[in-house]
T-cell receptor, first 114, second 114 residues
Framework: GNSVTQMEGPVTLSEEAFLTINCTYT??????LFWYVQYPGEGLQLLLK?????DKGSNKGFEATYRKETTSFHLEKGSVQVSDSAVYFC?????????????FGKGNQVVVIP | DGGITQSPKYLFRKEGQNVTLSCEQN?????MYWYRQDPGQGLRLIYY???????QKGDIAEGYSVSREKKESFPLTVTSAQKNPTAFYLC?????????????FGQGTRLTVV
């Protein structure tokens, strides 16, 4: 089946530091991959996406590249701000294989300290 | 503006009562989903519907029921059979079929059993 694995534990870092959140997936074929962000007390918002191998999604300074060879979609940002503090979820969708469900990782809490 | 609306934002329920959470979308999406979010557990799929008058159980359907009588609406009922209903509930919608597109989320309903 389809599944997503995110690195364990919260991420705490200082303002202007470099952020990486790891995401790996298991799926048949070529799923679409997504990063969502959730601010406190709110729903999820799409941050970026990639629909085929080697695609790079980018938005608000965040980037992630769809790596088929390593089945990964790691999220990066070169210089974080306090306003980036949120929970980040990696997800995939694979409708070409009869499964239209979104599969989510467990999420990573990111705390940016001034 | 197109979007997905959940109501109410906060809901309190006495033990033994059924409650219904509302989810409405005007995005003309075929597929709709209900997720439950608990701290440290990410998002878990309760039910999903790929088309009107059809829905499937997700990973944690016990104690919940849904209906999909209209394309725009996908209400979730939390029944008294659900042993631990206190959680944050998120509704989402997406295009159906083989479209590898993202899901859009509502702002969530926080249910508390008192």
């Amino acid at each position: 089946g389809n599944s997503v694995t995110q690195m364990e534990g919260p991420v705490t870092l200082s303002e202007e530091a470099f952020l990486t959140i790891n995401c790996t997936y298991t799926a048949t074929g070529y799923p679409s991959l997504f990063w969502y962000v959730q601010y406190p007390g709110e729903g999820l918002q799409l941050l970026l996406k990639a629909t085929k191998a080697d695609d790079k999604g980018s938005n608000k300074g965040f980037e992630a590249t769809y790596r088929k060879e390593t089945t990964s979609f790691h999220l990066e940002k070169g210089s974080v701000q306090v306003s980036d503090s949120a929970v980040y979820f990696c997800a995939l969708r694979n409708p070409s294989y009869g499964n239209n469900r979104l599969a989510f990782g467990k999420g990573n809490q990111v705390v940016v300290i001034p | 503006d197109g979007g997905i609306t959940q109501s109410p934002k906060y809901l309190f329920r006495k033990e033994g009562q059924n409650v219904t959470l509302s989810c409405e979308q005007n995005l003309n999406h075929d597929a709709m989903y209900w997720y439950r979010q608990d701290p440290g557990q990410g998002l878990r799929l309760i039910y999903y519907s790929q088309i009107v008058n059809d829905f499937q159980k997700g990973d944690i359907a016990e104690g919940y029921s849904v209906s999909r009588e209209k394309k725009e609406s996908f209400p979730l009922t939390v029944t008294s059979a659900q042993k631990n209903p206190t959680a944050f509930y998120l509704c989402a919608s997406s295009m159906g079929g083989r479209e590898n597109t993202e899901a859009f989320f509502g702002q969530g309903t926080r249910l508390t059993v008192v």
